[in-house]
């Protein structure tokens, strides 16, 4: 006598019930772990495009750079760093992008083309264009002076004097796009600015 095999239990309903909850709970989990990324990121960041060629030959326009909103509240400014900044007058609605060129407490001196910091001469093998006229600032002690390093087409410092610390959005740390400008954005002591590949800009 052949005994029949017993039919496979069912698989409770509850049991998907359970399954689908869970699926659910792993969703929304995700979801909050990106909005939360997502929120930090542009707690800390901010992403802008440069307009125009002040910058040049460091960053051309139409480029998107990543800036370091943290930068100046983690550290202090320093001499070479690009950076973002709310415009000094209210003719001025975008934001602007120059070089720090002077430092707090310090006596920025325009003469014969050239540009001096507490007597000394910079360098700058960054800048192109060098016919402006000869000026002198003394920076107090919440006051950067920027350039653009295209001197010739930049309006910065040199018009509209230091601008204050509290004025600066961030420091300049990628250039994201387009792809084949990607690099970092870093002041080297030699005077150099290192982009892609660690290639120094001529």
């Known amino acids: 006598m ?10 409770p309903a509850a049991n998907d019930g359970a399954a ?8 929304i989990r995700t979801l909050a772990l990106a909005v939360m990324f997502y929120a930090l990121i542009n707690l800390t960041t901010v992403r802008v495009v440069v307009d125009g060629p002040s910058m040049r030959p460091t960053l051309m326009s139409g480029e998107w750079i990543i800036v370091n909103r943290l930068a ?14 709310l415009p000094p007058t209210n003719a001025q609605t975008d934001d602007l992008i120059k070089r720090i060129v002077g430092l707090p ?3 920025v001196d325009i003469r ?5 910091v507490n ?3 910079l360098g700058e093998e960054y800048a192109q264009g060098r016919s402006y006229p000869d000026n002198t600032w003394v920076l107090g002690p919440d006051q950067l002076f920027v350039m653009g390093d295209n001197r010739e087409l930049s309006l910065d ?5 230091p601008i204050r610390m509290g004025r600066v959005v961030g420091k300049s ?6 792809p084949a400008a990607w690099g970092t954005l870093d002041w080297r002591s030699d005077g150099g600015l290192v982009r892609a590949a660690g290639e120094a800009l001529p």
């Open 173 to 178: 740390l990628l250039i994201v796009w387009p």
């Open 112 to 116: 014969g083309g050239g540009v001096f």
């Open 157 to 161: 410092s040199r018009s509209f004097g």
């Open 72 to 85: 100046y509240k983690l550290g202090a400014p320093a001499r070479g760093d690009v950076i973002v900044f």
């Open 119 to 121: 007597g000394v001469a």
């Open 2 to 11: 052949t005994i029949p095999n017993p039919a496979a239990p069912e698989v």
């Open 105 to 107: 407490g310090e006596t």
């Open 20 to 27: 689908r909850r869970r699926e659910i709970l792993e969703t």
